[in-house]
């Protein structure tokens, strides 16, 4: 198969050859669709830039740590499986990349972790960690021993970190919110909201956004309790299923997922008689969501561009390494789906 080149991607992306490069090297004034569009057209044309002469020139080896926590969501293995690409793709250019699961929820191990990270042996360090006071203080040492460090997916924007890649989530959980609202206006009922912990910061912002909404602009709708399904399919689809069997269950007209809880979520769906009367929104494309979304169990889905969130980690923290400036914070498109646009 013949060798994609740097007009090849500009050709698949729509853009000129100077973009693609601004791009490839980090240079400001392009806008942030146009970057996630070159970015997918790397990905989908395999192309690999060839900067390793420009590594060598400067004797520069990137040594890059992501530490992600473990989940049983089809997102995050997508998550893992970028990483793992990205390791292999990148030895040539100088880019060692290693990948460490550490428990979704135990934010001590997340921080012993952290704090077993020498800038003898790491560059820069991508988090996927829950937002705790000690995982926050495990961060900030680390920086302060000089590591760089990125924040992936959920964001702790009150610790040293110097960038978040990912979604704007308060605004996912608003447009959740807003659709629901307007899906079930004139009906009256409940809304669960379904999380899957009150400690990972994406999951807090994007309820809060729905809640947001909902309270200001949709009084028909009532909250209901927070819903913890752990990441877990088994405890997702005991607390929907209590739920669906309960009092407040009899008038639930909307479910907001906001994450990958698919499984167990669909199942407690589907075993459940009244499944097409709720309107439910989903978080994360993937095979299982994507049959949901079709046969009408999910009514929208919202996703991100996971391999786009790992390669612009890897981008920002060679960035960093080369004490070059960044950008302000930008975040990446959040993606809504029907069942008439999947792609």
């Known amino acids: 198969m013949k060798k994609a080149t740097i007009n090849d991607v500009a050709k698949a992306a729509r853009v000129s050859v100077a973009t693609v490069d601004r791009v490839l090297n980090h240079r400001a004034g392009v806008r942030l669709q146009t970057v996630e569009k070159v970015h997918k057209a790397i990905l989908k044309l395999n192309y690999k830039p060839n900067i390793l002469s420009g590594n060598l020139s400067k004797g520069r080896t990137y040594r890059l740590l992501f530490i992600v926590r473990v989940a049983r969501s ?27 699961m550490v428990d979704t929820f135990d934010g001590t191990s997340a921080a012993s972790m952290l704090d077993s990270v020498s800038p003898k042996d790491w560059d820069g360090v991508a988090v996927v960690v829950p937002d705790l006071p000690l ?7 680390c920086v302060a021993r000089g590591v ?20 704007d989530n308060i605004a996912a959980g608003r447009v959740a919110g807003r659709l629901l609202g307007r899906f079930t206006l ?49 405890d997702t689809f005991r607390v929907v299923n209590e739920l669906l069997s309960s009092p407040n269950g009899k008038n639930l007209k909307a479910i907001y997922s906001s994450g990958d809880a698919s499984q167990g979520l669909i199942e407690a769906l589907t075993q459940n008689e009244r499944q097409k009367d709720i309107v439910t929104i989903s978080h994360e494309l993937a095979p299982l969501s994507r049959r949901a979304l079709l046969d009408g169990t999910f009514d929208v889905i919202l996703s991100q561009n996971v391999e786009y969130e790992a390669s612009q980690a890897v981008a920002l923290l060679r ?20 069942p008439d646009n999947l792609p």
């Open 148 to 167: 760089k460090v990125v924040t992936v997916v959920s964001d702790l924007p009150s610790s040293a970190r110097s960038y978040f890649v990912g979604i």
């Open 74 to 100: 089809n997102f995050m293995d997508r998550l893992g499986e970028s990483i793992d690409d990205l390791s292999e793709r990148l030895k040539d250019e100088n880019v060692y990349i290693e990948k460490r």
């Open 186 to 234: 004139g009906s009256p009922g409940h809304l669960a909201v379904l999380v899957a912990s009150l400690s990972l910061r994406d999951h807090v912002e994007r309820h809060l956004g729905c809640v947001q909404v909902i309270q200001a602009e949709f009084p028909h709708l009532t909250l209901l309790p927070t819903l913890e399904g752990r990441d877990n399919p088994e």
């Open 319 to 338: 960035q960093l390494c080369d004490n070059e400036p960044l950008e302000r914070q930008n975040y990446i498109g959040t993606d809504i789906f029907f």
């Open 135 to 141: 995982v926050r203080q495990a961060i900030d040492s």
